[in-house]
């Protein structure tokens, strides 16, 4: 009967569970005649599984296993003092660092050690007797140095020697320019962007078989001469005035990631060379995939080979005083080497990702590096300091340089925009969103800083005020992404290298080339 009082039959009503029988009268008989059967027979009398099931069960006991072992794994606590860490693997018997590892994967090796014995030991390691409990206290951060070589304090001193003086001559200068009641600053500003609207392709030669990938002027004769370098190992010298092919050497065997002229290199060191006489003077340098630099003679004879990094390369800079210079890698550290004699000064760590770009302050008393955790470090090279850190954009970035002004900073980034840093405010002043695409480029003016240039692998190189950061011209010409682009010091010609294997220059028009400037009105704008 329901609860409503009505009848039901028997049987009715009541829970049916699938699978399962109820044994009655009868039932006996027919387990003993074979036509029941219950599932409890003898081990020889139940199915063998087939190897592919096997195998599907060993494959599922493996996966629970690994499983369980990262469950241990992110169970286990494992201090964040490295130095604690390699006294921990080395009472557990395993080596304290292996080739190319850094902190966190010495962490990642005691963290998995643990995790092993801990279920070796049946799911809880047990304590030593001298181990004591204590409360976790909340651990403050403080700075640490690393104690360096005679020949880095040598290298400070020299630095903070030659940056001072620069430094002070600097301010001294501005606050001059700012006192003159003569002088306009922002009209002189102005007019150095403005002149960039006429600026057009004048040249284009094919630069290699492969890609190129670096360019750059040469300084101290108003960029007379120009270095490229590409994918397929080889760095060639250009001469400014019709880009004619000067040097062309075999620089590596695997692709150029980066080169850059020796601040004392010039055209009349090269054409000396050419003429039969020795030189053993460094004029520019190459960097490689493989992880290996060199530096090179204005003829193209090899000097010196700067090896140390444990993965490829990105770019590499020339310190203004000429007598070091620093690469970035993809092993996290950026390196400062002696031009004199290859030596390895400084291995700085300080980055989570790859190093990619890096450049030096005018003055030469600051390094800023950018790589592809999305921010980019400023650091002393008198004291070895961090001095500040570059956080705003999203995605990596790929390349950085200093303005002339001394305070301002350029980034271009993977998140198609570049932005601009005020050292004085620390922090972002203003963000351009630029290109398309990637931004692969980024390069002040040297002189005056009156406008700065960007090349993308949307195909074009853009012009900007460094003023009021509007775009003054767009130069199209490459048929593929440009992968590097450079600025002559006089501020009147460009440079770019593209993936298309061409070298073009860009400069600005004159009278008779270009329409005139007192025929439009406003800036000058031409259709490339």
Known sequence: MDEDGVDIPAGEGVPVVFGEIELGDGTAEGVAAGNIHTGGGEEEERFELSAASAATR????????EFEQRRRQRSVAVTTDDSQVRKQLRALGEPITL?????GDRRDRLRKK????????????????EALVVEEQEVQKELFYTEGSANLMRARTAIASFSLPRAKARIERAKRRRADPEVDEVAELDAAAAATASF???TSQLGDGRPLSTVRFSTPDDGAMILSASWGGVARLWRRDGCEKIVTIRAHENRCTGADFHPTATLAQVEETASGAASETVSFGTACADGVAHLWSPGGKHLRTLKGHADRLGRMAFHPCGDYVATASFDKTWRLWSVETGEELLCQEGHSRPVYDLSFHPDGGLCATVGLEAHGRVWDLRSGKCVTTLVGHVKQCLSVDFSPNGFHIVTGSDDHTARIWDLRRRGCLYTVPAHSSLISSVRYEPKDGGFFATASYDGTAQLYSSRDFSRINTLRGHEARVMCADVAPGGNEL????????????????????????EQEGPVKMEL
């Open 58 to 65: 060993e494959r599922q006991e493996e996966l629970l296993r």
């Open 99 to 103: 080739f190319g590892e850094g902190p």
């Open 114 to 129: 643990l995790a092993e014995l801990d279920a070796k030991d049946g799911g809880e390691l047990a304590l030593p007797e």
């Open 200 to 202: 057009a392709n004048e």
């Open 495 to 518: 440079a770019t290298v593209s993936y298309d294997r061409t070298l073009k220059l860009w400069r600005q028009q004159r009278r008779g080339k270009a329409v005139k400037e007192e």
